[in-house]
């Protein structure tokens, strides 16, 4: 259904025919770590995340891992990595 709160015309699966079903009856505002990622988009005077209607759960353990604007880094250490390993013979 769309929203009719704070993201007016925006589909939102929170949304029913008895109002916002989201914890606080309405969507949260982003926190400062969202600044910058595409997925914020400006309502009003208050910036929302299309994805996420409570950012600041997403950031609780670490990045978020719907944003676009932190490069994630690989955990592989590129010099410890062996391709092409041959079986050893048993004596």
Request: aromatic share 6%.
């Amino acid at each position: 259904m769309k929203c009719e709160t704070l993201k007016t015309n925006i589909e939102c699966s929170f949304m029913s025919k008895t109002g916002c079903g989201f914890l606080g009856g309405a969507c949260r505002a982003i926190i400062e770590k969202c600044e910058g990622c595409d997925r914020v988009q400006t309502f009003g005077e208050q910036k929302f995340c299309n994805c996420s209607p409570d950012p600041s759960i997403r950031w609780r353990l670490g990045n978020c891992s719907l944003a676009t604007h932190i490069k994630v880094e690989s955990k592989q250490d590129s010099s410890k990595v062996r391709v092409g390993q041959q079986k050893q013979k048993k004596k």
